[in-house]
C-alpha cells in the first residue's frame, strides 16, 4: 500500500510540474498555454468569425488558436460562439499568426499580423473552413478533446474515450472521476458526501435513493460522453444535492447526419452487455436515439460482531453472511427536435428503463455468552425478487432571438416509476455445534409494491440588462407516492401464512415545490461575475394509512449563489463561489415503521426529521499550459440540523438503526487536480482531497460528535503504445476515516485496460480488469457505552470484460451547446476545450 501511495503522489507532483508554462515548439493538442516571457502591456484584440464553406452557415465552438512569431509558440486560444464570432483581448505588442480547426474541416493558418499601440485591434476576414476530403466518404471523424476542462462553474471530464468503463456502467465511469467515489451498494459521493444531485442530459435523474443506484447501474458506460462536476451549483439549478451535482450528459448532441454504432461485450460472472445508437438528421428533423442492456451476477459476503454491554455478564452476536445476486436490465432512449423556423424548436423526448433481479443471502448467527461459548444458533435464509419500470416523458419548446441573450425555453415532463418486491424468509434453527439442522423457527414473506408519480413544468427567460445578462425562471415540482406492504407469516402448527398486522403497513407522500429564480451574470470591472437568489416554497404530507396518522411539512427557503472569477490571462483564473444548498429527507428516512428484513437489525424512519441545509464556499485557482492543467480549490461547508444514521441496541441484543437531526457539521479541505498530455503518447490526471469534518450533536449526546480528518488519492493514466493501440490505468485510495458513532476503514480501486482500434477506426476491441489485486471491500467499528460492533462487507468486483465496439455514419455536425444545458449563466470556458 505505501508503495501505491508514494506513487500517487509522484505522479501528482509530475503533474504539477508539467503543468508549468513550457515555451517549445508546439506540436500537441489545442490546449491553452502560458508563455512566461516578460512583455509589455497587453493591449491587443483580434476578432473574428469561422463559417463552414459548404454551407456558409455559422461554426459554433470553433477552435481558435493564437500563436507567436518566429517561434510558433500558443499563447492563448478561445471558442467561437453560437454565432460564429470570436474575440482575444489582452494581447501584447508581437507577430501573430492565428490556427482555426472544427472537427470535419481542414485547419486553417492566417496570415501573420502585427500588434502595435498604434494598430492594436485586428478584425480578421471572415475565416472559410473547407470540409475533410475523408468525410466525403463516410468516415467519421472526432476532434482530440482535452480530457480534463474548467468551466467557471464546473469541472468538464470527457468520457468518450475513457476506455477504463468499456464494458462496464455508469457507476464504473463515475468511479474513475476525481473527487467521485462509489462504495460498494453502488451509492455515489462527492468529497465523501453521498448527499450529492444527479442530473442526466442537465435533468434530474428519473429516480431517487435505492432506485437511483439500480438506474445509475442500467446505464452502459458507453453511452456516456463527458461527466460534469458542480461543487457549487447556481440559483438556476435545483437546490438538492448538498455536496454539488454531478451532470451525466449522453451521446447524443454532436453527432447529425446519419450515424450510430453497436458495443457488445461479455465478461466473467456472466456479465453480458450490449449497446447502440442511432442518430438520424432529414430536414427539420434530428432524432437521437439509444439502447442498452445489461446482464450479470455478483456474489458478496460479510461478517459482524456485536457485543452487548446491556447485560451483566455480557453477551455476543456473530453473524456470518454470504450472498448472491443476478439482475438484468434495459434502458432505451429517444429524442426528437423539429425546426419550426430558425429561431424556434419543439423537442420531444422518452426514456423507458426496465429492471428484473433476485438474489439469495445466508446469514449464519451465532449467540455467545460469557465466557464466548455458544449458547445458540440459527440460519436465516432470504430470497428475493425484484421488478421495476420507469418511464419518462418530456416536451419543449426553445426559441432563440439571439443566442444567450434573448431566449425562452419550457418545458413540461412526467416521470413514472413502479417496483416491486418479493422477500421469502426462512428461519432455521442449528445444532450448538453448528453440524445440523434441528428444526424450523420462523417463515415469513414480505409483498412490497412502490409506485410513484412526477410532474414536472419549467419556464426559462434570458434577456440582457444593462450590459448585463439577466435569467429568470419558475419551476413547478408535484410528486406523490404510493408504498404499501404486505407481510405474511407462517403458523409453524398448520403451515398456513395469515396477513401479520404489526408488521404490514401502507402510505402515502405527496411533495409540491414551487420556486422562482432570477440570475444575473457579466463582466463588472475586469471581473466575471454571477449573483443568483431562489425563492422556493415546499408543501409535504405524509398520511401513514395503517396507523392513521399525518405529519405535514410545509416550508419555505430562500438560496442565494455566487461566482466571481478574475483571468489574469486567459490561461489563469481565479475564482470565487457560494451556493446555498438543502437535503430533503426521503420517504424511507421518514417511515416511522420498522423493517424486519434482519431481525438481529433492524430500520425505522423519523417522521420528525428536518431537511438540512448547507452553506458552501470555494476558492478555485486553475493554471493551463500546453501540457494540461492544475487546479487547487480550497473549501468549506456548513450544514445545519445534518441527518444522520442513529443506531441502538436494545436490553434483547437487537440493534435499531434510525434518523436523527444532528446540531451541525463543518467540512473544510482543498482539492488538487492535474492532468497532464505528453505529446501524443501519453496523458491522463491525478487528484488529491483532503477535508476534516468536525459534527455537532451536543442537543442529542455531547459523546455523538466526531472531529475527524480523512484524504483521498486517485490517479489515471492512458498510453498510447502505438497507432490505434491504448492502455489505460486507474487507481484510487481513501484512506480510513471517522464517521458518526464509529470509523470506517480505507478502500482500494483499481483498474486496468487495453483497446485497439480496428477497420480505420470505425471498430475497436476492449479487454478491461476491474480490481486485478481483489481489495473492494471496507471494515467499519462502532463503539458505544451501550454495545460494540465490528463488521466486514466485500463484493465481488474482480472481473475481466471484453468489448466490441462499431461506428457507422455520415460526418458528424456540432450542434450548439445551449446556456440552459451548461447551466453557467453563458459565461463561457476557461481556454480551450
Avoid: C
Avoid at 450529492?196 to 428519473?206: D, E, F, S, Y
Amino acid at each position: 500500500m505505501a508503495s501505491a501511495l508514494r506513487s500517487i503522489f509522484a505522479l501528482l507532483v509530475l503533474l504539477i510540474v508539467s503543468s508549468a508554462p513550457a515555451t517549445a515548439q508546439y506540436s500537441g493538442p489545442s490546449v491553452p498555454a502560458v508563455d512566461t516571457t516578460e512583455r509589455a502591456p497587453s493591449i491587443g484584440t483580434i476578432e473574428g468569425t469561422v463559417l463552414g464553406s459548404d454551407s456558409r452557415d455559422a461554426l459554433p465552438t470553433a477552435t481558435v488558436a493564437v500563436l507567436s512569431l518566429p517561434d510558433s509558440v500558443l499563447v492563448t486560444g478561445t471558442t467561437a460562439d453560437a454565432d460564429g464570432r470570436f474575440a482575444i483581448e489582452r494581447l501584447a505588442p508581437g507577430r501573430y499568426f492565428v490556427r482555426v480547426s472544427f472537427v470535419g474541416y481542414e485547419p486553417f493558418a492566417s496570415e501573420p499580423f502585427t500588434i502595435t499601440p498604434g494598430n492594436p485591434r485586428i478584425e480578421l476576414a471572415a475565416i472559410s473552413l473547407a470540409p475533410v476530403a475523408a468525410m466525403l466518404e463516410g468516415v467519421q471523424v472526432e476532434a482530440e478533446r482535452a480530457e480534463v476542462a474548467f468551466e467557471i462553474d464546473r469541472t468538464v471530464y470527457n468520457t468518450r474515450d475513457h476506455i477504463a468503463a468499456r464494458g462496464g456502467n455508469a457507476t464504473d465511469l463515475l468511479q474513475n472521476i476525481p473527487a467521485i467515489e462509489v462504495d460498494v451498494d453502488g451509492r455515489v459521493s462527492l468529497r465523501g458526501n453521498q448527499n450529492v444531485g444527479i442530473l442526466i442530459n442537465g435533468k434530474p435523474a428519473p429516480a431517487r435513493g435505492d432506485f437511483l443506484t439500480t438506474f445509475l447501474q442500467q446505464i452502459p458506460a458507453d453511452l456516456v460522453e463527458r461527466v460534469e462536476v458542480l461543487p457549487n451549483p447556481s440559483a438556476k439549478f435545483d437546490p438538492e444535492g448538498m455536496a454539488g451535482m454531478i451532470n451525466i450528459v449522453l451521446k447524443q448532441g454532436s453527432e447529425l447526419g446519419t450515424s450510430g454504432g453497436v458495443i457488445l461485450s461479455a465478461g466473467t460472472a456472466d456479465e453480458r452487455n450490449a449497446s447502440g445508437s442511432l442518430n438520424v438528421q432529414k430536414g427539420p428533423w434530428t432524432v437521437f436515439s439509444n439502447y442498452g442492456y445489461r446482464s450479470e451476477d455478483r456474489s458478496s459476503n460479510g461478517y459482524n460482531f456485536r457485543e452487548n454491554r446491556y447485560l451483566d455478564p455480557l453477551t455476543f452476536l456473530e453473524q456470518n453472511s454470504v450472498g448472491q445476486r443476478s439482475s438484468r436490465s434495459h434502458v432505451g432512449s429517444i429524442a426528437a427536435d423539429y425546426a419550426i423556423d430558425p429561431k424556434s424548436t419543439w423537442s420531444v423526448s422518452g426514456l423507458v428503463s426496465r429492471r428484473d433481479g433476485s438474489s439469495d443471502d445466508l446469514n449464519r448467527y451465532v449467540e455467545l455468552g460469557t465466557p464466548v461459548d455458544a449458547t445458540g444458533r440459527y440460519d436465516r435464509i432470504a430470497a428475493n425478487s425484484g421488478s421495476g419500470t420507469n418511464v419518462d416523458l418530456s416536451t419543449g419548446f426553445r426559441r432563440v432571438t439571439q443566442p444567450s441573450e434573448r431566449e425562452l425555453t419550457a418545458e413540461l415532463r412526467f416521470n413514472r416509476s413502479v417496483n416491486g418486491n418479493f422477500d421469502r424468509f426462512t428461519e432455521n434453527l442449528v445444532s450448538l455445534d453448528g453440524n445440523e439442522t434441528t428444526g424450523l423457527r420462523e417463515q415469513s414473506r414480505d409483498d412490497l409494491d412502490v409506485r410513484e408519480n412526477e410532474w414536472n413544468g419549467q419556464v426559462d427567460w434570458i434577456r440582457p440588462l444593462a450590459g448585463l445578462k439577466l435569467e429568470t425562471g419558475y419551476k413547478g415540482t408535484a410528486r406523490s407516492m404510493q408504498n404499501d406492504l404486505l407481510t405474511e407469516r407462517m403458523d409453524l402448527a398448520t403451515g398456513v401464512f395469515s396477513t401479520d398486522v404489526t408488521r404490514t403497513n401502507a402510505f402515502a407522500y405527496d411533495e409540491q415545490v414551487h420556486a422562482a429564480y432570477a440570475l444575473v451574470s457579466g463582466r463588472v470591472a475586469g471581473l466575471d461575475v454571477q449573483a443568483g437568489l431562489r425563492a422556493e416554497q415546499a408543501l409535504t404530507a405524509f398520511d401513514l394509512f395503517t396507523s392513521g396518522e399525518t405529519f405535514d411539512g410545509d416550508y419555505r427557503s430562500l438560496f442565494p449563489s455566487g461566482v466571481v472569477a478574475w483571468k489574469p490571462t486567459a490561461a489563469r483564473q481565479v475564482k470565487l463561489s457560494y451556493s446555498k444548498r438543502v437535503n430533503r429527507p426521503r420517504t424511507s428516512m421518514l417511515n416511522p415503521f420498522t423493517s424486519y428484513a434482519d431481525p438481529q437489525n433492524l430500520f425505522a424512519g423519523n417522521p420528525y426529521l428536518r431537511p438540512e441545509y448547507t452553506h458552501a464556499f470555494e476558492l478555485g485557482l486553475q493554471q493551463f499550459s500546453r501540457t494540461g492543467s492544475l487546479s487547487i480549490t480550497p473549501y468549506f461547508r456548513r450544514t445545519v440540523d445534518q441527518m444522520e444514521r442513529f443506531k441502538t441496541v436494545n436490553e434483547d441484543g437487537t440493534s435499531l438503526t434510525t434518523w436523527r437531526n444532528y446540531d451541525r457539521s463543518d467540512s473544510f479541505g482543498a482539492e488538487v487536480i492535474g492532468s497532464l498530455r505528453v505529446g501524443r503518447s501519453l496523458s491522463g490526471f491525478a487528484s488529491f482531497d483532503a477535508y476534516r469534518i468536525v459534527t455537532d450533536a451536543s442537543g442529542i449526546d455531547d459523546g455523538l460528535g466526531s472531529n475527524a480528518f480523512s484524504w483521498s488519492a486517485r490517479a489515471n493514466l492512458t498510453w498510447t503504445v502505438r497507432e490505434g493501440l491504448d492502455v489505460q490505468a486507474f487507481y484510487l485510495y481513501r484512506a480510513p476515516r471517522d464517521v458518526a458513532q464509529g470509523r470506517i476503514s480505507s478502500f482500494t480501486v483499481a483498474n486496468l485496460s487495453i483497446r485497439q482500434k480496428l477497420m480505420d477506426d470505425k471498430a475497436s476491441l476492449t479487454l478491461r480488469v476491474s480490481d486485478p489485486l481483489d481489495r473492494m471491500g471496507f471494515r467499519f467499528e462502532i463503539d458505544s457505552p451501550t454495545f460494540y460492533q465490528l463488521g466486514e462487507r466485500r463484493w465481488e468486483s474482480r472481473r475481466a470484460t471484453l468489448s466490441f465496439s462499431y461506428n457507422f455514419g455520415q460526418a458528424p455536425k456540432r450542434s450548439q451547446r445551449t446556456d440552459r444545458e451548461r447551466g453557467d449563466g453563458g459565461m463561457g470556458d476557461v481556454g480551450i476545450n
